[in-house]
Structures are given as structure tokens and as C-alpha cells.
């Protein structure tokens, strides 16, 4: 309101002006006298400015008519005019509309209409570097991999693009089962950009793959760098791979750089049971067995696993049941509740033909964690006591329907691997594996224990349904391993 209020003041105030300058100029005296070719012209005040007025509107008018004239002869010519401006933002619009409706069509699955809209798109824009985009993972999309390859090809030529077409190559190949050249292709997306996160993880996990565990370090050294790795999980990992390079070590037969990368491994991860175990076997092999029972009991205390008492057992092979039970004191007081620690005591006063001892070490574990393992040391105690054999068979029924107990099991997949590796045998996904309790009935026993014939002893026609309720145990699972 006030807005319009004064536009009208302003209003009412020129024409007041202009009014007042016209009665002004009427009433003034003199004037301007032009001659030309002979001709006299007298013009008064007014008729001066009246004048002056349509002569400048005549020259803006043919400065303006000179510039078209000059516009239309510059267009003609093909340099840039505001005629051709006007047609490049139409055309601009008309491609930019055309992107936006491929990029929704790529979004809602529509991968023909797609490509569709991203043709357009460059006629309009000629543009590749925007459109190809969407028209490799159109391409991708309705299964036309050829499309895809040769637009993914034709981004490599452009400085801007190349990353792009490295990285959509890489994923073909990948699909394709083409390891050794998507390796090739994601070392090169890291050389052209060592920040991408997805490019470090697909390097890594393929070099893995290959066993290049220098290599992988070097990636993983650079995930922590570019900051796309906790520096805890780097540790891990680190520990892992320096692990895996020991093994590798380890088929080369050299000594001395076995047990330096051995001992690396366990330093950088003192809980990854496998590193705790080949830095043992390091010192053992060295006659250091003080050091390597120094290491698997710091394992022990993080994690009590089979495979550390198995290490441990192997310091001194050649000591009696007695003596053995003995320095397994040093181990066993460590964790004494631990499920583990309680079927290691069990085993070991088996071992000495102490069957009772056996049977107070293992408690309540038949009740509280039942597992094949634990239920078949059971059957081996009931055997040593002299129990009758449908006693021995009871045992050894629950034990084939009982859970296996806890497994190297692969966090990305659920697959169940025989024994631990740094990548999943069966997705390939890098340290996923976890020793716990799998939740799928196909499970594998542990590095256990000889011990079967101990419970099922010298098969005789009364042992005949016994040694067939043994036979009938599941692929893969072993007795129980005598420390």
C-alpha cells in the first residue's frame, strides 16, 4: 500500500515537473536560429527541446538498427552474437532437460529410456563427459556389456573422465571373473586417485586374493593414511597380512624371516590366535620355548582357543601325561571358567588316566554347554570308568546331535572354512573370519583330539553298534585332540 502510494506521488510530481519546465520554456524569450542552404529557421525555447528530444531518440534508434545490421552479418559469419547465444541456451535447456530425465529414468531402472535420454542429451549438449555416464550404466543395466566397454573406453581419452572409465572397466572385469585384469585396473584407479574408498577396498581385497601381501600393506598403510581406516582396524589388518606374508615365508623354508614376520604379526595383534600360534612355532623351532610360552599364554588370556594348547603342548613333546598336566597349570589358571580351559583340564587328566579329576574339571558343561566336543570327552570319561557301553552310546548320540561349538566363521557370508585364512574361501571378502559359535548346523570340529580309540577301544561283536554310531559322525568332525 505505502508502495503504491508512492509510486503515484512520484508519478504526480514528474508531470508536475515537466509541466512546470514547459511553462517555463513558453514564457522565455529568444530562441535558436539555424540556417542552412540558404534557409533561415527560428525555433523558440520549447521547440528547441522538443527537437533536441527527437533527435537523440532518432540516433539511439539507428545506433540500434547499425548493431542488428552488424549482429546479423557476425551471425551470419558464425562468431558468437546474442542471436546465437539464444540459441545456445535453448539448446542447452532443451539437453540439460533431456539429462535430468535420464538420470530419473536411470534411477527408477528404466535403462532403455535412459539411453534414450542420454543420446538426446548429447545431441543437444555435446557433452560426453555427461552423458556417457549414464549410458554405460544404462548399457549395464539391459545387460549390453559391449555398450558399456566401449563407452567406459571412450572415457578414458579425457583427462576429466579417466577415472570413471578405469573404474567402470574394473567392475566389468570383476563380474566377469577377470581377476588378474581387474587387479591391473584397480592399481591404476588408485595411481589417479588413492582417496577413493571403494578403489583402496577392491585393491586390497585382490591382492589379498593373489597373495600379494606386500602389496596389500602398502593399500592398507594408505586406508589409514587418506583417513578411510580406524587406526585400530588398520592395526588388525596389518597384523593379519603380516601374518599371511610369514606363512608365505614359511614355504620358502627361510628361518630367521619366518620368525621375524612371525613375531611381527603377534606384536602388531597379540589376540589373532593363528599369529599367536606361528610366532610360537617360531621360537620353538629357535629352542626358545620360555619366549613362546610367554606368547600363547598372552593369547590364551584374550582368547582361549585349541590351537593355542596344541602350540603349547608342542614346547615340550616328549614330556609325560604328569608333566604335562603340570606346566598346563600355567595356561589353565589363566582363564579357569572359560569353557575352553575346562575341556583342556578335561583332556589332560585324560591323558593320565585320571578320570575323575576329568570329570570335575569338565562340571556342568554337559548341561550348560553342550557341544559334540564336550559331550564326546564325556563319553571318554564314562569309558575310562569302566560305564557300561550303552552308556558310552548315549553319550556318543547326544554328541552327533549336539551343536559342533565355536568355528572360524566368516562375518560376511556365514561360511564355515576348515581352518582360518585371511580371505573367505568362499566370497572373498578380507579378515572376516571369527572364531564363535556359527548359527548354521553345517559346522566343522575344531583342531581336536585323538581320542577315539580310547572311547570306543578294541571293536569287538559287543562294540559293533558303537563303532557304527562313529562312522555315522558327520564329514569333518574330528575327536578331540590329546594335549
Known amino acids: 500500500m505505502l508502495w503504491s502510494l508512492t509510486k503515484i506521488l512520484v508519478f504526480v510530481a514528474c508531470v508536475a515537473a515537466l509541466a512546470f519546465g514547459g511553462v517555463q520554456l513558453l514564457e522565455m524569450e529568444g530562441g535558436v536560429q539555424i540556417t542552412f542552404n540558404g534557409v533561415e529557421r527560428t525555433f523558440g525555447p520549447l521547440q528547441t527541446a522538443i527537437a533536441f528530444a527527437?533527435?537523440?531518440?532518432?540516433?539511439?534508434?539507428?545506433?540500434?538498427?547499425?548493431?542488428?545490421?552488424?549482429?546479423?552479418?557476425?551471425?551470419?559469419?558464425?562468431?558468437?552474437?546474442?542471436?546465437?547465444?539464444?540459441?545456445?541456451?535453448?539448446?542447452?535447456?532443451?539437453?540439460?532437460?533431456?539429462?535430468?530425465?535420464?538420470?530419473?529414468?536411470?534411477?527408477?531402472?528404466?535403462?532403455?529410456?535412459?539411453?534414450?535420454?542420454?543420446?538426446?542429451?548429447?545431441?543437444?549438449?555435446?557433452?560426453?563427459?555427461?552423458?556417457?555416464?549414464?549410458?554405460?550404466?544404462?548399457?549395464?543395466?539391459?545387460?549390453?556389456?559391449?555398450?558399456?566397454?566401449?563407452?567406459?573406453?571412450?572415457?578414458?581419452?579425457?583427462?576429466?573422465?579417466?577415472?570413471?572409465?578405469?573404474?567402470?572397466?574394473?567392475?566389468?572385469?570383476?563380474?566377469?571373473?577377470?581377476?588378474?585384469?581387474?587387479?591391473?585396473?584397480?592399481?591404476?584407479?588408485?595411481?589417479?586417485?588413492?582417496?577413493?574408498?571403494?578403489?583402496?577396498?577392491?585393491?586390497?581385497r585382490l591382492q589379498a586374493q593373489k597373495e600379494d601381501w606386500s602389496g596389500a600393506r602398502k593399500?592398507?598403510?594408505?586406508?589409514?593414511?587418506?583417513?578411510?581406516?580406524?587406526?585400530?582396524?588398520?592395526?588388525?589388518?596389518?597384523?593379519?597380512?603380516?601374518?599371511?606374508?610369514?606363512?608365505?615365508?614359511?614355504?620358502?623354508?627361510?628361518?630367521?624371516?619366518?620368525?621375524e614376520a612371525a613375531i611381527e604379526a603377534n606384536r602388531l595383534s597379540p589376540d589373532l590366535i593363528p599369529a599367536a600360534v606361528l610366532a610360537a612355532d617360531s621360537y620353538i623351532a629357535a629352542g626358545e620355548g620360555k619366549y613362546a610360552a610367554r606368547?600363547?599364554?598372552?593369547?590364551?588370556?584374550?582368547?582361549?582357543?585349541?590351537?593355542?594348547?596344541?602350540?603349547?603342548?608342542?614346547?615340550?613333546?616328549?614330556?609325560?601325561?604328569?608333566?604335562?598336566?603340570?606346566?598346563?597349570?600355567?595356561?589353565t589358571r589363566i582363564a579357569p571358567d572359560h569353557a575352553e580351559t575346562k575341556m583342556l583340564l578335561a583332556e589332560l587328566h585324560i591323558a593320565a588316566e585320571d578320570f575323575p579329576a576329568a570329570r570335575t574339571a569338565m562340571g556342568d558343561l554337559a548341561e550348560s554347554n553342550a557341544t559334540t566336543r564336550?559331550?564326546?570327552?564325556?563319553?571318554?570319561?564314562?569309558?575310562?570308568?569302566?560305564?557300561?557301553?550303552?552308556?558310552?552310546?548315549?553319550?556318543?548320540?547326544?554328541?552327533?546331535?549336539?551343536?559342533?561349538?565355536?568355528?572360524?566363521?566368516?562375518?560376511?557370508?556365514?561360511?564355515?572354512?576348515?581352518?582360518w585364512a585371511p580371505t573367505c574361501s568362499n566370497c572373498g571378502a578380507f579378515d572376516t573370519l571369527a572364531w564363535r559359535t556359527p548359527t548354521t548346523s553345517d559346522a566343522t570340529m575344531p583342531s581336536s583330539t585323538e581320542m577315539l580309540p580310547l572311547l570306543v577301544g578294541t571293536p569287538s561283536a559287543s562294540d559293533v553298534d558303537d563303532a557304527e554310531v562313529i562312522d555315522e559322525a558327520p564329514t569333518g568332525v574330528d575327536a578331540p585332540e590329546k594335549y
Not at 577377470?178 to 582417496?195: G, H, M, R
Not at 606374508?245 to 614359511?250: D, G, P, Q, S, T
Not at 601325561?321 to 595356561?331: D, Q, V, W
Not at 557300561?388 to 552327533?400: F, Q, Y
Open 54 to 204: 527527437v533527435l537523440v531518440a532518432a540516433l539511439y534508434i539507428v545506433l540500434k538498427v547499425l548493431g542488428l545490421i552488424g549482429a546479423v552479418l557476425r551471425f551470419i559469419n558464425g562468431d558468437e552474437t546474442a542471436l546465437s547465444r539464444y540459441f545456445v541456451r535453448n539448446r542447452e535447456r532443451k539437453g540439460f532437460d533431456a539429462l535430468s530425465e535420464g538420470m530419473m529414468a536411470l534411477a527408477s531402472g528404466e535403462g532403455r529410456l535412459a539411453m534414450s535420454k542420454a543420446s538426446k542429451a548429447e545431441r543437444y549438449l555435446r557433452k560426453p563427459e555427461l552423458t556417457n555416464l549414464i549410458t554405460a550404466q544404462a548399457a549395464e543395466m539391459v545387460g549390453d556389456t559391449k555398450k558399456a566397454d566401449q563407452v567406459y573406453k571412450e572415457l578414458l581419452q579425457n583427462d576429466q573422465t579417466r577415472f570413471v572409465g578405469v573404474r567402470g572397466i574394473m567392475r566389468q572385469k570383476l563380474a566377469a571373473g577377470d581377476t588378474d585384469t581387474a587387479l591391473a585396473l584397480a592399481e591404476k584407479a588408485f595411481a589417479l586417485k588413492p582417496k577413493h574408498e571403494e578403489t583402496q577396498d577392491v585393491l586390497l
Open 219 to 259: 593399500t592398507l598403510t594408505a586406508k589409514l593414511k587418506h583417513g578411510s581406516l580406524p587406526r585400530d582396524v588398520h592395526k588388525r589388518r596389518d597384523a593379519v597380512l603380516a601374518l599371511s606374508e610369514a606363512k608365505a615365508i614359511v614355504a620358502d623354508d627361510s628361518t630367521i624371516e619366518v620368525k
Open 295 to 331: 606368547v600363547l599364554k598372552k593369547a590364551w588370556g584374550a582368547h582361549p582357543h585349541p590351537d593355542l594348547a596344541a602350540a603349547f603342548a608342542r614346547i615340550a613333546p616328549e614330556e609325560t601325561p604328569a608333566e604335562r598336566l603340570k606346566r598346563f597349570k600355567a595356561l
Open 374 to 419: 564336550s559331550l564326546t570327552i564325556l563319553a571318554a570319561i564314562e569309558r575310562g570308568q569302566g560305564a557300561s557301553d550303552d552308556v558310552v552310546r548315549g553319550w556318543l548320540t547326544k554328541a552327533l546331535t549336539a551343536p559342533r561349538g565355536p568355528q572360524w566363521v566368516c562375518e560376511n557370508c556365514q561360511n564355515i572354512p576348515p581352518e
